[in-house]
C-alpha cells in the first residue's frame, strides 16, 4: 500500500473508531475536550528540565486509550508522522545550553540535551493526548464539543471544513496516483521528480472544483456557517466526576515529582 492509500486509510479507520460505543465514547464530548485541554496545559506548564516528572503523566493515556479502545499502533504512527517537527524545533538546544546540569554514570550532561529529552516527551504526551481524542470522539464531535464551550464558530467551522477538504484531498490525490500507476508502463515505481509538479497542479485544480461543488451543495442545503446536526448532550455525574478526578490527578503530579516520590519510596524499601 502505498502513503497516499495508507493515509486515506488512516482517516477512514479514525472516523470508524469513533463510532465505536466504548465506555469512552459514553462521556460527554465537552468533558472529554476538557480534560484534554487541562492535560496538554498541565504537560507545558512543567519545568523545561522536567524528564522523569512528565513520565506519570503518560497514566492517563493509557487510561483513556484503554477506555476509548484505540491502538496503540495508530497513536506510533501517528507520532512518527509528525515527529520530524519536534526533532528538529530542539535540535540546537545541546549547543545553545551547553553548561553541565547533571551527572550520569561519570558522564556531564548539558541542560540542553535535557530540555532536548523534555522537549520530545511533551511532543509525544501532547500529541497522543490529541490523537486519542479525535479516535475516540470522532473531529466532528470535538469541534461541536468546543463550540459548544464557547470557542467562535468561525473557528470551529473552519476546524471541521478543513478535516473534511483534507479527505476530500487526500481522495483525489488517491485517484491520480492510481490513474498513474495503470498507465505506467513500468509498473509501481517511485514517481519521478520531474512528475510531481504536474500532478501537484492538477491536484490543486481538481480539489478546488471538489470543494467548490461541495460547497455550492451546502449552500443549498442551507449553510449559513454555523455548525449543524448537532446532537442533544447531557452532562451527568459521570462526566463530572470524569473531569474533577483528572484534574486533580493532573494538579498532584504537576505540585508532587511522583517518580521521585517513587524513587524515594523503593530506596526506603529496599534498605
Same mark, same amino acid.
Given at each position: 500500500?502505498?502513503?497516499?492509500?495508507?493515509?486515506?486509510?488512516?482517516?477512514?479507520?479514525?472516523?470508524?473508531?469513533?463510532?465505536?460505543?466504548?465506555?469512552?465514547?459514553?462521556? $460527554?464530548?465537552?468533558?472529554?475536550?476538557?480534560?484534554?485541554?487541562?492535560?496538554?496545559?498541565?504537560?507545558?506548564?512543567?519545568?523545561?528540565?522536567?524528564?522523569?516528572?512528565?513520565?506519570?503523566? *503518560?497514566?492517563?493515556?493509557?487510561?483513556? *486509550? *484503554?477506555?476509548?479502545?484505540?491502538?496503540?499502533?495508530?497513536?506510533?504512527?501517528?507520532?512518527?508522522?509528525?515527529?520530524?517537527?519536534?526533532?528538529?524545533?530542539?535540535?540546537?538546544?545541546?549547543?545553545?545550553?551547553?553548561?553541565?546540569?547533571?551527572?550520569?554514570?561519570?558522564?556531564?550532561?548539558?541542560?540542553?540535551?535535557?530540555?532536548?529529552?523534555?522537549?520530545?516527551?511533551?511532543?509525544?504526551?501532547?500529541?497522543?493526548?490529541?490523537?486519542?481524542?479525535?479516535?475516540?470522539?470522532?473531529? $466532528?464531535?470535538?469541534?461541536?464539543?468546543?463550540?459548544?464551550?464557547?470557542?467562535?464558530?468561525?473557528?470551529?467551522?473552519?476546524?471541521?471544513?478543513?478535516?473534511?477538504?483534507?479527505?476530500?484531498?487526500?481522495?483525489?490525490?488517491?485517484?491520480?496516483?492510481?490513474?498513474?500507476?495503470?498507465?505506467?508502463?513500468?509498473?509501481?515505481?517511485?514517481?519521478?521528480?520531474?512528475?510531481?509538479?504536474?500532478?501537484?497542479?492538477?491536484?490543486?485544480?481538481?480539489?478546488?472544483?471538489?470543494?467548490?461543488?461541495?460547497?455550492?451543495?451546502?449552500?443549498?442545503?442551507?449553510?449559513?456557517?454555523?455548525?449543524?446536526?448537532?446532537? *442533544?448532550?447531557?452532562?451527568?455525574?459521570?462526566?463530572?466526576?470524569?473531569?474533577?478526578?483528572?484534574?486533580?490527578?493532573?494538579?498532584?503530579?504537576?505540585?508532587?515529582?511522583?517518580?521521585?516520590?517513587?524513587?524515594?519510596?523503593?530506596?526506603?524499601?529496599?534498605?
Amino acid at each position: 500500500m502505498n502513503p497516499i492509500h495508507r493515509a486515506l486509510t488512516e482517516l477512514r479507520l479514525i472516523d470508524a473508531l469513533s463510532d465505536r460505543a466504548t465506555p469512552y465514547a459514553r462521556l $460527554d464530548p465537552r468533558a472529554r475536550v476538557l480534560v484534554t485541554l487541562g492535560f496538554v496545559v498541565t504537560v507545558v506548564s512543567f519545568d523545561r528540565y522536567a524528564v522523569a516528572a512528565l513520565l506519570p503523566m *503518560a497514566l492517563f493515556l493509557v487510561v483513556t *486509550a *484503554a477506555m476509548a479502545q484505540v491502538p496503540w499502533r495508530m497513536v506510533g504512527r501517528g507520532l512518527w508522522l509528525s515527529c520530524p517537527f519536534a526533532v528538529m524545533l530542539g535540535l540546537f538546544n545541546p549547543w545553545l545550553d551547553p553548561l553541565p546540569l547533571l551527572t550520569v554514570a561519570g558522564c556531564s550532561v548539558s541542560g540542553g540535551w535535557v530540555s532536548y529529552a523534555s522537549l520530545l516527551i511533551r511532543f509525544g504526551l501532547t500529541v497522543s493526548a490529541a490523537l486519542i481524542l479525535v479516535a475516540g470522539t470522532g473531529f $466532528d464531535a470535538v469541534c461541536a464539543g468546543l463550540w459548544r464551550l464557547g470557542l467562535p464558530t468561525v473557528l470551529t467551522t473552519q476546524l471541521l471544513l478543513l478535516h473534511r477538504y483534507a479527505v476530500v484531498l487526500v481522495e483525489q490525490a488517491a485517484q491520480m496516483n492510481l490513474a498513474r500507476e495503470l498507465r505506467c508502463s513500468h509498473g509501481r515505481t517511485a514517481m519521478p521528480l520531474a512528475v510531481y509538479g504536474s500532478l501537484l497542479g492538477h491536484l490543486l485544480l481538481r480539489t478546488m472544483q471538489k470543494s467548490e461543488r461541495i460547497y455550492q451543495a451546502m449552500v443549498s442545503r442551507g449553510f449559513d456557517g454555523t455548525l449543524r446536526g448537532v446532537t *442533544a448532550w447531557h452532562w451527568r455525574g459521570v462526566d463530572s466526576w470524569f473531569v474533577l478526578l483528572s484534574l486533580c490527578g493532573f494538579g498532584l503530579a504537576r505540585s508532587l515529582n511522583v517518580a521521585q516520590v517513587l524513587g524515594q519510596i523503593a530506596l526506603k524499601a529496599g534498605l
